[in-house]
């Protein structure tokens, strides 16, 4: 007997997002493994070939899936609507961001669901995730596979991190009473998050904070800790408020001078 999708309002919120999928038979064998723990929401973020029929044979029955997954050209574009974002590697990178194993990545899903819409990135098969996608995600998730052959197939890898999700959302409580926070009370989206971290970096330049150092550390530091602290869009709009009128105020002092 086949078991229906979650009819919970978490499952309808977590996307699955490819980016620069190379082989168009692991995007079929993706969908089909996010059937099978009854998810679908698939976008892929510039494959490299697709739609293609061996997309489709590997689908094995998750056509539908494939048919109606969107197809973007960045990550940025591809998240800008996310409260919350989990970017799936397979080594430590530059970029320092909290990592969870699956157990704990799709539980953490699965709650800021709750609230808006989450995805969880997976990288090209031969490269992952570069840094500066990395940078656009809140925490990393890494499968513990076995360190003397830790190769693992993009699809399997899906797989698992699919199957965990279907695990935290079995476990999830009833849906809870309607949120009846006011507009401005809701989370900031990945988009607004991102214009203020490009409003941020441009008054800090404007303000000679840096000093003539390079600005990526600070600015890597200073995206998780608002990463962290996920500000709702009623804080966002104060702090670029600020920043406004940092800039405003930078700009009369050179005029000055």
Do not use: W
């Not at 996010?34 to 973020?45: C, D, E, F, P, S």
């Not at 609507?81 to 899903?109: H, I, K, M, N």
């Not at 989206?189 to 941020?200: I, T, V």
């Amino acid at each position: 007997m086949n078991t229906p999708a979650f009819p919970l309002p978490a499952a309808a919120r977590l996307r699955i997002v490819l980016v620069g999928t190379q082989h168009p038979g692991n995007i079929g064998a993706a969908a089909r493994a996010l059937k099978t723990m009854g998810l679908a929401r698939l976008v892929l973020v510039a494959p490299e070939q697709f739609p293609a029929d061996e997309a489709f044979r590997r689908a094995a029955g998750a056509d539908d899936l494939l048919a109606a997954a969107g197809v973007v050209a960045t990550l940025a574009e591809a998240v800008a609507d996310c409260r919350y974002v989990l970017g799936c590697t397979a080594r430590s990178r530059r970029v320092q961001l909290e990592e969870f194993e699956p157990r704990q990545a799709a539980a953490q899903a699965v709650a800021m669901a709750a609230d808006g819409e989450v995805a969880l990135v997976f990288g090209r098969e031969r490269t992952g995730l570069t840094n500066e996608e990395l940078q656009l995600c809140h925490a990393a998730v890494h499968i513990p596979a076995n360190p003397e052959y830790s190769s693992l197939n993009l699809a399997a890898a899906v797989q698992v991190l699919a199957y965990e999700l279907r695990l935290a959302l079995r476990e999830q409580s009833p849906p809870a009473a309607p949120d009846n926070r006011h507009p401005d009370e809701a989370p900031a989206s990945h988009a607004q998050l991102e214009g203020f971290f490009a409003q941020l970096g441009q008054t800090l330049d404007e303000i000679d904070f840096h000093k003539g150092r390079t600005p990526d550390s600070a600015m890597r530091k200073l995206r998780r800790l608002f990463l962290r602290a996920q500000p709702s869009e009623q804080e966002v709009r104060l702090l670029r408020g600020v920043l406004a009128d940092a800039q405003r105020m930078a700009r009369l002092a050179e005029g000055r001078g």
